[in-house]
């Protein structure tokens, strides 16, 4: 069996675990956590395998300085990478120390047994542990090969109900976020940002005049320092209302935005088994035998994260150190990106992950990141804590990108499909810090006295990233043609949200297949059945159905179902909702069925499926980032609205678990079928075909306009 990759990078068993003298195991792993449990699914994999209690695992997550390069946490990879990385450690470390213990104890390896790290021989009755054994000591070994790994059918602890570790300090009040966080010396500063991201800075004044307050300015980065916080708010806004700026108008405008999809693509390619190709891009003629043609339309507009708590970053610059805590969840790939937009060496530097909101994607973590980092170089040797306000994180987040989907298909006289073709316009999901020569992707280095552009947007080309995410169909069709379309300009900042292109690849999919069942006079569940080969698709189906609940007079009932990256969890959502008399659409109840192989914390998948779901939910009734020529005007939870805890439908979620299958990334796999499963649940309901996200009011009445 080959390593996992993360252990074909980093092979020194050192780099993930080590024995501490008070009894205690430090597990550690490159990837952040952001709330989706990783920290507790780590822990339980490394006392399984080790055979030691969870109350002994200490989990240090990603420090550039302390931890195995994992890269970022992204794509529902944790598990999959980290996760099989750290179960290979684990059955390494365990498999070392008791051939040490046969040694000491001059016994048989195979009389030995483990319970809690203790260590008995069967023969002897002699013990010794771990920790006697290894605490304190560097293993001093390379991971070359893959030992055996205990038995599924052995597991204690791996696929049964744990607490989260990371929870009790959350709900306790304790230090558990970057933003509580005070280290001695502390400054506190605040951005003074511009009407639109790349307006000019004319005019500011210099000092305010307000003791213990300074103004930093770089060209157009304009800041202050403050000894208290709330002096440092109260500069930040009597600086704004004296900044002058020239801005450039903000165009398209949001009405304007699909057409402009359409008319400004840079670069097209077809999409073949999930991968871009630079083959011909003509589609095939629709077959002869085709005895009827729909196609239909889909637009998802810019989307916020809409992280609960706008961004943070304390950092310190002392004896050409610069130390920073970021809720990044890439804090290697934003060590590179500081290096090169400071003009540091990377050993200058040294980035430590402090949990902060949530996001699931790029929000404005990496950027107040740099902007703590330039006000600490500017009050050498204090740390600093750059806090952003609400209205920074709406209006200067990298947002999810505007997409329009365009779906045609083909019926026999059978009602099967025959034809599918499939073109996606959007801008790019990749906006990420990374080191680009000439180039960054961090806001303020765009705003400096020595600016540099944010890199160009080109076509991602690996499977399943990006606009091209989930852009393949999961079912069997005998005929496909699939295009992607970069727009490489765009009115607003993008890059990463939760799902990335999938969440509208799928929308549209979803939605579309449902519109064909209809068309061919057959039940949604059995036409999608008839074109799945893949049993496990075809088992989480049927167990959605199975399971399905009974359904309300006056509501509708809506399914849709995908594989996440065509790879990962196979999810499937069923939605009954119904649309109110003031158009309205109220969820009622949400089934979710899923596949993500062997399941590691059934809590903390489940508690993930329904997190997207909800998340998903929020982006189809409510969300979408609204401007015009003078700037972002969503800048707060009244003018950007998301679904509220009254709003959310009584959810319940099966697991198909698959102990003897790898365990498959989910985090991300129910935020795709979520929005088709909500608008066919409201044409059950209605009749009425909703393509536009979100489904407010007025697009409920808009379709139902057109009906009449």
Not at 249 to 260: G, H, I, K, R
Not at 480 to 488: D, G, I, W, Y
Not at 511 to 532: I, V, W
Request: some cysteine.
């Amino acid at each position: 069996m080959s390593l996992p990759s993360p252990l074909e990078r980093e092979p020194e068993l050192d780099r993930w675990i080590a024995f501490n003298e008070d009894g205690t195991v430090t597990v550690c792993t490159g990837k952040a956590e952001i709330g989706q449990g990783i920290r507790t699914a780590i822990a339980m994999i490394a006392a399984e395998e080790l055979d030691v209690s969870l109350d002994r695992i200490r989990v240090q997550t990603a420090d550039t300085a302390r931890t195995p390069n994992e890269f970022i946490t992204a794509g529902s990879m944790s598990v999959e990478d980290s996760g099989s990385a750290v179960r290979v450690a684990g059955a390494t470390a365990r498999a070392y120390l008791l051939t040490l213990a046969a040694e000491v104890l001059g016994v048989n390896p195979a009389t030995l047994s483990v319970e809690d790290g203790s260590v008995t021989s069967t023969d002897t009755n002699e013990q010794t542990d771990f920790w006697t054994l290894q605490g304190g000591h560097p293993f001093g070994i390379s991971i070359r090969e893959t030992p055996a790994l205990k038995a599924a059918q052995d597991y204690r602890i791996v696929g049964h109900r744990q607490h989260r570790l990371d929870i009790p300090d959350k709900v306790q009040g304790n230090v558990a976020f970057v933003h509580d966080m005070i280290l001695p010396h502390m400054r506190y500063g605040r951005l003074v940002k511009p009407p639109v991201p790349h307006a000019r800075l004319l005019e500011a004044p210099t000092s305010l005049s307000m003791s213990g307050v300074d103004v930093i300015r770089d060209g157009s980065f304009l800041a202050v320092i403050a000894d208290r916080e709330e002096d440092a708010a109260a500069a930040a806004a009597k600086l704004a209302a004296s900044a002058r700026w020239d801005a450039i108008p903000l165009s398209p405008l949001p009405a304007e935005v699909p057409a402009y999809l359409r008319k400004n693509v840079s670069a097209s390619l077809p999409v073949r088994d999930g991968k871009p190709e630079e083959e011909d891009a003509t589609p095939p003629p629709v077959p002869a035998d085709a005895a009827r043609t729909l196609t239909a339309s889909y637009y998802r507009p810019y989307q916020m994260h809409g992280a609960m708590g706008p961004s943070a970053a304390i950092a310190q610059f002392m004896n050409g150190v610069l130390t920073v805590f970021s809720h990044s969840q890439g804090v290697e790939i934003l060590k590179l990106a500081l290096a090169d937009a400071l003009e540091l060496d990377e050993d200058q530097i040294h980035v430590i992950h402090a949990e902060g909101a949530g996001c699931y994607g790029h929000n404005g973590a990496d950027d107040v990141a740099l902007d703590a980092a330039l006000l600490a170089m500017a009050a050498e040797p204090d740390p600093v804590r750059a806090q952003w306000t609400r209205a920074d994180e709406h209006g200067f987040e990298p947002y999810a990108p505007a997409a329009v989907l365009d779906l045609q298909a083909s019926l026999d006289a059978d009602g099967r499909i025959i034809d599918w073709r499939h073109e996606s316009f959007s801008f790019s999901h990749n906006g990420r810090p990374r080191p680009t020569p000439g180039f960054s992707n961090l806001q303020s280095s765009w705003w400096r006295a020595e600016p540099r552009a944010p890199a160009p947007r080109v076509p991602a080309r690996f499977p399943e990233v990006g606009i091209h995410r989930n852009l393949e169909p999961i079912y069997g069709f005998a005929q496909k043609h699939l295009m992607k379309h970069l727009v490489a300009e765009s009115p607003l900042r993008t890059s990463s949200l939760r799902s990335l292109g999938a969440f509208a690849n799928v929308f549209a999919i979803e939605s579309f297949m449902d519109e064909l069942a209809h068309a061919a006079g057959q039940d949604p569940f059995e036409f999608r059945l008839a074109h799945l080969s893949d049993p496990r698709a075809r088992t989480v189906l049927t167990t959605l159905r199975d399971h399905a609940p009974s359904l309300s007079d006056g509501t509708g009932r809506g399914i849709a179902l995908a594989r996440y990256k065509n790879r990962q969890t196979w999810c499937a959502i069923l939605v009954d909702a119904r649309v109110t008399d003031d158009a309205q659409i109220r969820l009622e109840q949400a089934l979710i069925t899923a596949d993500a192989g062997l399941v590691i914390d059934p809590d903390g998948i489940v508690n993930q499926l329904e997190g997207g779901f909800i998340q998903a939910a929020s982006w189809t009734l409510k969300e979408a980032v609204d401007w015009d020529a003078e700037g972002i005007t969503t800048r707060d939870w009244e003018s950007y609205p998301i679904l509220r805890f009254s709003e959310v439908p009584d959810i319940e979620t099966v697991l198909v678990d698959r102990p003897l299958e790898r365990s498959l990334g989910a985090g991300e796999a129910s935020t795709g079928p979520t929005p088709a499963a909500i608008a066919n649940a409201v044409f059950a309901a209605t009749g009425l075909r909703l393509r536009t996200l979100p489904f407010t009011p007025d697009r409920v009445r808009q379709a139902a306009s057109k009906t009449d």
